[in-house]
T-cell receptor, first 113, second 112 residues
């Protein structure tokens, strides 16, 4: 069935360094790829998303890249800050199917001051 | 801002009980979803609904049912709670078209 693999499961960086989280998906019909950030005690919050007709998207310190041929996409956070510490989830969806998302397993990012 | 509200943050129930988890959204969204979140497994879809009184099974529907009598409210029902249903439950909603899902803050359910 449809599957999204996310790596690494934990990531520790020094403040100011960059962090990269990678995901691969199995369904070639997937065309929408959101990233969510989940802080302790909160629900996941959308931080950035990308659609299959775009290879890269940036929003300040956050960027997402998509390689449809290889079926993988990545989240890049530059100049990390302690408040970036959270669990990050990638997801994939074929939008005509009602927006059903398949989530990766999550990455716990720790930014050390 | 979209507001998705889950009625309880923490809930403790006993095995065999019938358990109701409630979710309300205030943005007139057509689509609503129930997930469970377990360490190392990410979020897994239990059920979703794309309209009032409509429901679709997700990836792990066994042991659960849902109800959507009004557009703004989506209920998850554990017919006879079991200990393996101890988990964090997350509700989400989404408008039609190419729109993202918005999540509530979750209900941490413990079945003793």
């Amino acid at each position: 069935g449809e599957n999204v693999e996310q790596h690494p499961s934990t990531l520790s960086v020094q403040e100011g360094d960059s962090a990269v989280i990678k995901c691969t998906y199995s369904d070639s019909a997937s065309n929408y790829f959101p990233w969510y950030k989940q802080e302790l005690g909160k629900g996941p919050q959308l931080i950035i998303d990308i659609r299959s007709n775009v290879g890269e998207k940036k929003d300040q310190r956050i960027a997402v890249t998509l390689n449809k041929t290889a079926k993988h996409f990545s989240l890049h956070i530059t100049e990390t800050q302690p408040e970036d510490s959270a669990v990050y989830f990638c997801a994939a969806s074929s939008l005509p199917q009602g927006g059903k998302l398949i989530f990766g397993q999550g990455t716990e990012l720790s930014v050390k001051p | 801002d979209v507001k998705v509200t889950q009625s309880s943050r923490y809930l403790v129930k006993r095995t065999g009980e019938k358990v109701f988890l409630e979710c309300v959204q205030d943005m007139d969204h057509e689509n609503m979803f129930w997930y469970r979140q377990d360490p190392g497994l990410g979020l897994r879809l239990i059920y979703f609904s794309y309209d009032v009184k409509m429901k679709e099974k997700g990836d792990i529907p066994e042991g659960y049912s849902v109800s959507r009598e009004k557009k703004e409210r989506f209920s998850l029902i554990l017919e006879s709670a079991s200990t393996n249903q101890t988990s964090m439950y997350l509700c989400a909603s989404r408008a039609g078209g190419a729109q993202p899902q918005h999540f509530g803050d979750g209900t941490r359910l413990s079945i003793l």
